[in-house]
């Protein structure tokens, strides 16, 4: 089995910045693709980062390139979700995943979940 943890979440002032935190308990964390979601209220979940963790490969989605950087310490178990210039838009709760096997960025592909962490974006 596979827990997960985020932390880092809040509220930040608009243009701010937040590091959100995921832990990763497990024995085989090489294996694991880690991916970030968000869901905003009354929106679907949708994707947000991804990386291999064991190649550094990443993926974001579009309407935050540039803004959010993903990134893991191994040594750790950890992966990151840097978040800089956030907008009310952003406002959702933000959840750590992961899955064996293949590379993927659509929700329902992932096994393991985090328990979620509030970003509120907000003056």
């Known amino acids: 089995q596979v827990q997960l943890h985020e932390s880092g979440g809040g509220l930040v002032q608009p243009g701010g910045s937040l590091r959100l935190s995921c832990v990763a308990s497990?024995?085989?964390?090489?294996?694991?693709?880690m991916a970030w979601f968000r869901q905003a209220p009354g929106e679907e979940r949708e994707f947000v980062a991804a990386t291999n963790w064991n190649r550094d490969i990443t993926s974001i989605r579009d309407s935050v390139e540039g803004r959010f950087t993903i990134s893991r310490d191994n040594a750790k178990n950890t992966v990151y979700l840097e978040m800089n210039r956030l907008a009310p838009k952003d406002t959702a709760v933000y959840y750590c995943?992961?899955?064996?096997?293949?590379?993927?960025?659509?929700?329902?592909?992932?096994?393991?979940w985090g328990q979620g962490t509030q970003v509120t974006v907000s003056s």
């Open positions: 995943a992961a899955k064996y096997g293949t590379y993927a960025t659509d929700y329902g592909s992932y096994t393991y």
């Open positions: 497990t024995r085989t964390f090489t294996e694991l693709y």
